[in-house]
């Protein structure tokens, strides 16, 4: 291996992983969707994984097209630019539309009382709200239909969609001189660190979520984790919109 081609190669890798640590919209909507939907922590890894290899897959397919096409490096970077502003709107929308559904679905959610008699004859009542004992049977049932399904393709979507704009120019460089192979590696490099640093922050986070016991301080606000969920992905999309995040 060259001095050269190692120089790309930890240069690959040192990028890709200041870009995704830098791109909320790389980790935090999977961890808001997968807290506010009861998913378990493989599950949004998996799902993390999945839209990490497909959010790399597109910006990969579009240089190796763009190398055989002989397109520069400007061209490419027009669409790269294209495709984010493209994905950030999907973001924004979605995450409104969840927003919305998650609003009116909290109101489903209203605090009931039941009243039970003791042994010595007193009277006792309380409140219930079906929301804290059953939030995992509900998640389970409601994930077979409707937002359930539609949501972890959405995100896909959403992340092939997203162009890796660093990734363009690196994959140029070997490629104007035809070292495919050179091109190939730095390619793999920087989609296993991508995807590597998005699954890594996912998990530090959801681990860090569950030190601070943030689900027993906020018991009360479970009814709109959704809503919560849908405004956090709004944001993401308004971030890379305004700030080119």
Same mark, same amino acid.
């Given at each position: 291996m060259t001095n050269e081609l190692q120089m790309l190669i930890w240069g690959a890798a040192s990028i890709a992983f200041i870009h995704t640590l830098l791109g909320p919209d790389h980790y935090l909507p999977f961890v808001a969707i997968g807290k506010a939907r009861g998913w378990t922590v493989l599950r949004i890894l998996g799902i993390t994984a999945l839209? @990490? %290899? @497909?959010h790399s897959a597109g910006s990969i397919i579009l240089g190796i097209m763009g190398a055989y096409a002989g397109y520069?490096? +400007?061209d490419l970077e027009v669409i790269e630019a294209l495709r984010g502003d493209a994905a950030a709107w999907v973001l924004v929308s979605f995450g409104l539309v969840y927003l919305v559904w998650g609003m009116k679905r909290s109101q489903s959610h209203k605090s009931h009382s039941h009243l039970h008699t003791h042994g010595d004859g007193t009277l006792h009542r309380h409140n219930h709200d079906h929301i804290s004992s059953h939030a995992h049977i509900h998640e389970a049932k409601t994930d077979q239909k409707g937002f359930g399904v539609f949501t972890?393709? /959405? %995100?896909? $979507? $959403?992340?092939?969609l997203g162009p890796c704009e660093p990734l363009i120019p690196l994959m140029m460089i070997p490629a104007a001189s035809g070292e495919w192979v050179s091109m190939a590696l730095t390619v793999g490099v920087f989609a296993f660190v991508t995807i @590597?640093? /998005?699954m890594a922050v996912v998990f +530090?986070? $959801?681990? @860090?979520l569950k030190s601070f016991s943030?689900?027993?301080s906020f018991s009360g606000l479970e009814k709109y984790a959704h809503a919560f969920a849908g405004g956090a992905l709004s944001l993401c999309g $308004?971030? /890379?919109i305004t700030l080119g995040l």
């Open positions: 839209c @990490g %290899l @497909g520069a490096l +400007a972890p393709w /959405m %995100l896909f $979507i $959403i992340f092939v @590597g640093t /998005m +530090a986070t $959801i681990f @860090g943030f689900e027993n $308004i971030g /890379m």
